[in-house]
């Protein structure tokens, strides 16, 4: 299987800040790779696919990059709203996997 | 607009057998891929299941196999899980989420959630 893991695990954060959160594949997926936000008692939404692209409706703050292994989600400037947890995704290969995900905080 | 419900879920004793259902509305349903993905409480993240949208072919987590059937029915636009063997372990929401198009095993639209509890 391929793990999925991501750091930091949590980030405090103020409004305005730029945040980057890091995720790593355990082996090599090319662009096979998801974003995910997640807010407390609501089920995830999907912000980013294939790597770099941004889904339909997600503000342009966020973005993604990467390749093979080590993918990235910048959030440029951070508003009130994007206070959640992100997970990513690999849609490689069976069984699809996630990372245990990053806490983003208020500061 | 995309809309999944998920329903069936509840309190089951440990050993007991549950089935999912996921109504879905607002697209050509037999032409997307479904999957479950699973929370338990409190952790993160965890595929289940999927299938293609034709329902020929299937896929399991593989600390799964053997105690899941997905199934779907396009006449209904419902996805279903039955779940059986279940333990405490198992104790999670399920998720319902459409595949994003072109095949891709990305999860472009979630259900909210229903609630399985295994415990005696």
């Known amino acids: 299987d391929i793990q999925m893991t991501q750091s930091p695990s949590s980030v405090s954060a103020s409004v305005g800040d730029r945040v980057t959160i890091t995720c790593r594949a355990s082996?090599?997926?090319?662009?096979?790779s998801a974003w995910y936000q997640q807010k407390p008692g609501k089920a995830p939404k999907l912000l980013i696919y294939a790597a770099s692209s941004l889904q339909s409706g997600v503000p342009s703050r966020f973005s993604g990059s990467g390749s093979g292994t080590d993918f990235t989600l910048t959030i440029s400037s951070l508003q009130p709203e994007d206070f959640a947890t992100y997970y990513c995704?690999?849609?490689?290969?069976?069984?699809?996997?996630f990372g245990p995900g990053t806490k983003v905080e208020i500061k | 607009e995309v809309q999944l419900l998920e329903s069936g879920g509840g309190l089951v004793q440990p050993g007991g057998s549950l089935r999912l259902s996921c109504a879905a509305s607002g697209f050509t349903f037999g032409s997307y891929g479904m999957s479950w993905v699973r929370q338990a409480p409190g952790k993160g993240l965890e595929w289940v299941s999927a299938i293609s949208g034709s329902g020929a072919s299937t896929y399991y987590a593989d600390s799964l196999k053997g105690r899941l059937t997905i199934s779907r029915d396009n006449s209904r636009n419902t996805l279903y899980l039955q779940m059986t063997s279940l333990r405490a372990e198992d104790t999670a929401a399920y998720y319902c989420?459409?595949?994003?198009?072109?095949?891709?095993?990305?999860?472009?639209?979630w259900g909210q959630g229903t609630l399985v509890t295994v415990s005696s």
């Open positions: 989420a459409k595949h994003f198009s072109g095949g891709t095993y990305f999860f472009d639209s």
């Open positions: 995704q690999q849609a490689k290969s069976f069984p699809f996997t």
């Open positions: 082996q090599g997926i090319r662009t096979y």
